[in-house]
Every structure is written in C-alpha cells, then in structure tokens.
C-alpha cells in the first residue's frame, strides 16, 4: 500500500468505512502474525493477538493520529496487548519463547542424523537465550533483526525513544551472544 494510498485508506476508516479497513486489515495481518507469533511462541496465541489488536485498532481508529506509520501503529498495539498479557500471567504460566524458527530458517549444509541432532540442540539452546531476554528486548530485537524495521518504527511500536529502542536491541544481541557463544566453533 503507497503511503498516499494508505493515508486515503486511514481517512475513510476514521470515517467508518469498514472496508477501508478491512483493507488494513488484510494489508497488515501478516506482519502483525508473525510478530506475535515470535513474541508468543505459539500460533494459537498469535491468532488471538492479532485478532485483539485489530479489535482494538478498529476501536481506535478514529484516534490514530498520522504523525506514525499504521504499521508502527498496530506493532505497538500488539506487543502492548502482548505485554499486558503476560503481565498477568504467573511466572509458572509464562509462555515458552521464540528461537526455533531462527534455526529452524537456515539451511542445511550436511545431511544425516548427526547434523539433525546438532539442528535440534542449536534450536533447543537459541530458544533457551531468547527465554532470558525481557519482552520489550524481545521484541525489539525480533522487529529489527527479523521484520528488518527501522530503529524509528521499533521506538514507535514500543512507545519509547530510538535511543531505548537501539539499547533494548543492543542488550539482547549481548545477551543472545553471551548466552551462545558456546556454540560458536573457532577454526585456526
């Protein structure tokens, strides 16, 4: 969607036009997925906070002020829903965390069981690193590194400044490079 496209698409949203915002919807869902997917760990979950954000969105969108992106816009919605959520939960009901999928991404140079059991250790101990990082470092880290967003719109999403939004990235690289630097293989 070009911005002059998306911004006529906002203004008969505001108006009421529920197909104006279904084509948001259709437009955004995807993304909005897959970044609670990575923050949720679980599809299931995922679903339900795209639905609650779009639920909300609509709610709101007579409010949206266009200074931000209506992407920047829904992430924050979304990982606020996020937050707030597992705010609520016990430690013990804490949702397991992402990692997996990172891994699971990259393809493989050899084949046989020993390069799965290796694939399976890797994807067990990137999931325990992402465990140790905090929500808002998760989420910054997964909307740079893996939605590839500009500093600008993590900071937007997270409703803090680009200077907390690089910090927030910069401690969950340290911390995702302390926890699996073992893993690292160091050839002379």
């Known amino acids: 969607m070009e911005e002059d496209t998306e911004s006529a698409t906002v203004a008969l949203a505001k108006a009421?036009?529920?197909e104006a915002f279904r084509q948001i919807v259709v437009r955004y869902a995807p993304a909005v997925f897959r970044l609670a997917y990575r923050l949720t760990g679980s599809a299931e979950e995922a679903d339900d906070v795209v639905q609650e954000t779009f639920l909300r969105a609509w709610k709101a969108i007579g409010r949206f002020?266009?200074?931000s992106r209506v992407s920047s816009w829904l992430f924050r919605?979304?990982?606020n829903h996020v937050l707030d959520t597992?705010?609520?939960r016990t430690r013990e009901a804490r949702s397991e965390a992402l990692?997996?999928?990172l891994v699971d991404s990259l393809p493989s140079k050899q084949a046989g069981?020993?390069?799965?059991a290796e694939g399976a250790e890797v994807s067990r101990r990137v999931a325990a690193a992402m465990r140790l990082l905090?929500?808002?470092e998760r989420a910054a880290f997964v909307l740079r590194h893996c939605e590839g967003r500009p500093i600008s719109e993590i900071a937007a999403a997270l409703g803090i400044r680009d200077g907390a939004a690089k910090n927030a990235i910069f401690r969950a690289v340290a911390k995702l490079r302390e926890?699996?630097?073992p893993l690292v293989r160091v050839t002379p």
């Open 134 to 136: 905090s929500t808002p």
């Open 99 to 101: 990692g997996e999928d």
């Open 77 to 79: 919605i979304a990982t």
């Open 179 to 181: 926890e699996l630097s």
């Open 65 to 67: 002020e266009e200074r």
């Open 86 to 88: 597992k705010r609520a």
């Open 16 to 18: 009421g036009d529920e």
């Open 113 to 116: 069981p020993d390069r799965a």
